[in-house]
Nanobody, 118 residues
Framework: QVWLVESGGGLVQTGGSLRLSCAAS????????MAWYRQRQAPGSQRELV?????????NYADSVKGRFTISRDDAKNTVDLQMNNLKPEDTAIYYC??????????WGQGTQVTVSS
């Protein structure tokens, strides 16, 4: 089993930057893809994929964050980071770290709040 713990959330003004980090522990040798999701606090909002990175380092981004966010992973440290630049109020959400194993087992972190003030 893999456990994930996020850090780095907080309050920032529009146009500012934050860096989220996620540390994995447990059977980290089994980790395949890693990703960041977010969920806004509006009623009925769905958890949405922000960025994902494969075991080979290939990254994919939601259209809404392309050019502003960068996902990276360090397999030696068992971490995945999300650098967020030029933040907008609509980026306000709880951000969750995610990974799956080569056998398909998913794991989620507890979430970290990001608030962007206008």
């Amino acid at each position: 089993q893999v456990w994930l713990v996020e850090s780095g959330g907080g309050l920032v003004q529009t146009g500012g930057s934050l860096r989220l980090s996620c540390a994995a522990s447990g059977t980290t040798f089994s980790i395949n893809a890693m990703a960041w999701y977010r969920q806004r606090q509006a009623p009925g909002s769905q958890r949405e994929l922000v960025a994902a990175i494969s075991s080979g380092g290939n990254a994919n981004y939601a259209d809404s964050v392309k050019g502003r966010f960068t996902i990276s992973r360090d397999d030696a440290k068992n971490t995945v980071d999300l650098q967020m630049n030029n933040l907008k109020p609509e980026d306000t959400a709880i951000y969750y770290c995610y990974c799956n194993t080569y056998s398909g087992t998913p794991s989620w972190g507890q979430g970290t709040q990001v608030t962007v003030s206008s």
